[in-house]
């Protein structure tokens, strides 16, 4: 079976299980795990941040950070289509209280400073205020769009203006630095908050950045231990994380593979692909996405079904150039 279903399927290579074998560890509520403390400062210098704070998941990362930067009963701006709206089951109501205002980031999901102006809400005697915005880099519903440098300090800019802090979901962040050939610290640059996740592309088994200034980790480390996600020694997943930082350089080969994939659907009859971007491939079957998806598993390839009767398939670590061939067969040939 060749598994395209997610870049998060891929498992924990032997060097990240020796990692987490011979890992020193420690109590990390405590900040005592050397292993997570080197996790946290080796992704503070990479993003050209102050500090970071290793969370479980991206899905915690993000919900913390929105925490951090609002009080409740703000507003927060979010694309329409973004993950933390969509996919965090509310979270930003539920862990902060939060009232949602979703701007349109168009066909590759870049949020505009028109849009942030169009959004904002100045907080009076009847309107809760803008107290964040959130950005996200790759664009995963978007399939799996790079956002330039300028566009995001354009966004950042206009937030600014408006004394509203930015947080960006870099789930794929170091995928967005590859496709563009941009400093992934560049990239950052101008928002407050960042989260980005070693468990997609990167390969690790578990876990999570958020990175910000020193205050803001300080925070956010608070809001880790009151969702729960305060952990002890963290350092056997700290260890292949490490690892997986390792693999930022071999993320062009999962675009190429992408773009391979891409050209070899697009001349099967029926299938309309978007050109990939990264590691992501979009595409309408012509046909009911759970018949299709049905006969690419018998052929033995899996992908998810994604809004507006499209078909995600994600390439990762785990398969080559040669996967993707076999992959475009069985699926011509289902
Ligand atoms: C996967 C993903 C997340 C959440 O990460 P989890 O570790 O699955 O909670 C957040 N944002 C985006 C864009 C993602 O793709």
């Not at 997610?6 to 924990?12: A, E, G, L, N």
């Not at 300090?153 to 004394?163: G, I, L, W």
């Not at 496709?179 to 992934?184: E, Q, R, S």
């Not at 980005?196 to 480390?221: N, Y």
């Amino acid at each position: 079976m060749i598994d395209l279903r997610s870049d998060t399927v891929t498992k924990p290579s032997p060097a990240m299980r020796t990692a987490a074998a011979e890992a020193e560890v420690g109590d990390d509520v405590y900040g005592e795990d050397p292993t997570v403390n080197e996790l946290e400062s080796r992704v503070a210098g990479l993003l050209g941040k102050e500090a970071a704070l290793f969370v479980p998941s991206g899905t915690m990362g993000n919900q913390i950070a929105a925490r951090v930067h609002t009080d409740r009963e703000q507003e927060v701006l979010v694309e329409r289509e973004s993950h933390i709206y969509k996919w965090e089951l509310g979270g930003l109501a539920q862990h902060s209280g939060l009232q949602v205002r979703t701007i349109d980031g168009g066909d590759r999901g870049v949020v505009t400073p028109e849009a942030i102006e169009s959004g904002y809400v100045e907080a009076d005697d009847h309107r809760p205020g803008t107290g964040l915005v959130c950005l996200e880099n790759t664009h995963n519903s978007k399939g799996g769009t790079a956002i330039a440098a300028d566009r995001i300090d354009a966004a950042c800019a206009a937030a600014a203006d408006r004394d509203v802090p930015v947080h960006l979901d870099g789930a794929r962040l170091f995928n967005a630095a590859t496709a563009l050939g941009t400093d992934p610290a560049r990239l950052v640059r101008n928002v407050d908050s960042v989260m980005c996740c070693l468990s997609k592309g990167l390969g690790a088994p578990v876990g999570s950045m958020v990175v910000g200034s020193e205050a803001f980790i300080a925070d956010a480390r608070r809001i880790r231990k009151l969702l729960g996600g305060g952990m002890r020694q963290a350092g056997v997943i700290a260890a292949p994380g490490l690892r997986a930082l390792e693999n930022r350089d071999r993320l062009s080969e999962d675009h190429e593979n992408a773009e391979r994939l891409a050209e070899g659907l697009a001349e099967i009859d029926g299938l309309a692909v978007e050109p990939p971007e990264t590691n992501i491939v979009l595409l309408e079957p012509g046909e009911p996405v759970e018949t299709f998806l049905g006969d690419c598993k018998t052929a033995g390839v899996l992908g998810v079904p994604f809004e507006g009767g499209q078909v995600r398939f994600c390439t990762h670590l785990a398969v080559d150039a040669d996967d993707i061939g076999t992959a475009i067969d069985r699926i011509a040939g289902r």
